[in-house]
């Protein structure tokens, strides 16, 4: 069964220094996600990318965040510069779109930052 | 403002049926029901969506009420692997995926 893969699994991070996660959605998906999970809390939307562009962002995706997909595969994650909050889990997911289709998640990157 | 309400946690022995409810009063026409489940620090799986008929598929079945304002998603069977945190969420096509708290199901041994 097609898998969206995320790398890393675990980065660990100093903070005010940026960090780039990386996702690679299944290829025929149209529409790419960003959620976060802060330790013992609710999954939040972060973003969402169809079309080459942002088509909707959450009031956490602030200006310290950014989103791309720099070739056909990769799409990724940037935090220009990490705050001690950021530590969380990051899941990327893809869908093909429309009503009938779920999300596919990843297995997310659990980011420390220290 | 929460669009559905669950319980926040369930019990069920294995190999029972595990009947987790949902309501959502509010529900438009146009949007669909889907559940997803979180199995502890991994990322949601998506299990089953439905609009107006009850759906079934390899890992669950999915009853909507005539009134659209309650579901209930049923695990036939359940096993010690289905133990995690089951959501309930309404939206249109297209839309994000919002998640609420969801319930966290344990399946006793």
């Known amino acids: 069964e097609p898998e969206v893969t995320q790398t890393p699994s675990h980065q660990v991070t100093q903070m005010g220094q940026e960090v780039i996660l990386r996702c690679v959605p299944i290829?025929?998906?149209?529409?790419f996600y960003w959620y976060r999970q802060i330790l013992g809390q609710k999954v939040e939307f972060l973003v969402s990318?169809?079309?080459?562009?942002?088509?909707?962002k959450s009031e956490i995706f602030d200006d310290q965040f950014s989103v791309e997909r720099p070739d056909g595969s990769n799409f990724t994650l940037k935090i220009r510069s990490t705050k001690l909050e950021d530590s969380a889990m990051y899941f990327c997911a893809s869908s093909v779109g429309g009503a009938n289709y779920g999300y596919t998640f990843g297995s997310g990157t659990r980011l420390t930052v220290v | 403002d929460a669009k559905t309400t669950q319980p926040t946690s369930m019990d069920c022995a294995e190999g029972r049926a595990a009947n987790l409810p949902c309501n959502h009063s509010?529900?438009?026409?146009?949007?669909?029901v889907y559940w997803y489940r979180q199995i502890h620090s991994q990322g949601p799986q998506y299990i089953i969506h439905g609009l107006k008929n009850n759906e079934t598929n390899e890992m669950a079945s999915l009853i909507i009420t005539e009134d659209r304002k309650s579901s209930t998603l049923i695990l036939p069977h359940a096993t010690l692997r289905d133990t995690a945190v089951y959501y309930c969420i309404v939206r249109v096509a297209d839309d994000k995926i919002i998640f609420g708290k969801g319930t966290r199901l344990h399946i006793l041994p």
């Open positions: 990318f169809y079309n080459n562009e942002i088509s909707e």
């Open positions: 290829s025929n998906h149209l529409y």
């Open positions: 509010t529900i438009s026409g146009n949007e669909y």
